[in-house]
């Protein structure tokens, strides 16, 4: 679902605000002038976020059931992504790391153009846990970043600053690909990260509407979004240090993030203002078989999608 013009319009210019008049930490995510109009993101549409949900499932289903670490449904979860975006025209490189005695893999996509001093970077860990396909946890972030770079190669989008993804390995064995790509960086090569956006489970069946409270001029951008539709948000405590974010915030990096919940309870409350169960998990097959393509709420994965977009559109001016 996509704001009105209007909508958009009135989000921008409060990030445009708040970033002069709070001098965020982010504090060059808004244009010097002020003035400038955030060239607006395109809407994500969620039938072809779906579809890359979809492909990934049937890796898995010819993988053994699962696309965990080490084994050959990650290794065709990669090659399934780095296809799409080489085919798009990014510059993609693979990086390999060894975990638990089994090779892993991350996927970085660098966007060409922009500042190589200022890169804003989406990230989602592309594993699976071996008990099951991953679609929620995490296809839905992997599927919906994917999308969103897609859709910047679809508009040949160049801002002021660089535009970097990636797909992360062995999440689940403990941030093992993300922790491995932020020390390989090095401290120069940290410092030119303006902000880290991380997507982990994004698309919940009894889903909630979570932001990350760390840097503070990514979580208004994303508060603004949804203000901007009319959905309440709550701020994400829950994962504290429990996904691929940690190590860039752990070196300093500006950080921030969308979730949708795991297997923590929906209270009445939140049921009242987000709809769903109340008494039920967010995401009742987290870690499970049954984590599938039937797992998914397809509104949250749509909002959430497009919300991406728009963060990484505001952020990269
Ligand atoms: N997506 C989970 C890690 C995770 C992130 N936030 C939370 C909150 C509550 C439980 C788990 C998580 C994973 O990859 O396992
Ligand atoms: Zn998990
Ligand atoms: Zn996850």
Known sequence: ????????A????????A????????????????????????????????????????IAAANGGNRAHGRPGYQASIDYVKAKLDAAGFTTSVQQFTSS??????????????????????????DS????????????????????????ARSGYQPAKHLRFAW???????????????NSLGAAGRAKISGYLNFDMIGS??????????????????????????????????????????????????VGGLFSGADYRKTAAQAAKWGGTAGQAFDRCYHSSCDTTANIDETALNRNSDAIAYAVWQLSQ
């Open 19 to 58: 970033a002069l008049l709070t001098g965020g930490s982010m504090a060059d995510a808004a244009p010097a002038s002020g003035t400038a109009t955030a060239a607006a993101a395109p809407d994500i549409p969620v039938a072809d976020v779906k579809a890359h949900l979809t492909q990934l499932q049937s």
């Open 205 to 254: 069946p009894n889903p909630g509407y979570f932001v990350y409270d760390d840097d503070p001029t990514i979580e208004k951008t994303f508060k603004d979004y949804f203000a901007g539709l009319g959905i309440p948000t709550e701020i994400e405590t829950e994962g504290d240090g429990r996904s691929d974010h940690a190590p860039f915030k752990n070196a300093g990096v500006p």
């Open 168 to 182: 992360w390995g062995a999440e689940e064995l403990g941030l093992v690909g993300s922790r491995y790509y932020v």
């Open 1 to 8: 679902m996509k704001p009105s013009a209007s909508g958009r």
């Open 129 to 152: 846990v071996t008990s099951g396909p991953g679609i929620n946890d995490n296809g839905s972030g992997s599927a919906a970043v994917l999308e969103t770079a897609l859709a910047v």
């Open 101 to 126: 005695g089994r090779t892993g893999y991350n996927l970085v996509a660098d966007w060409p153009g922009g500042d190589p001093n200022r890169v804003v970077m989406s990230g989602s860990h592309l």
């Open 10 to 17: 009135l989000a921008a210019g409060a990030v445009v605000v």
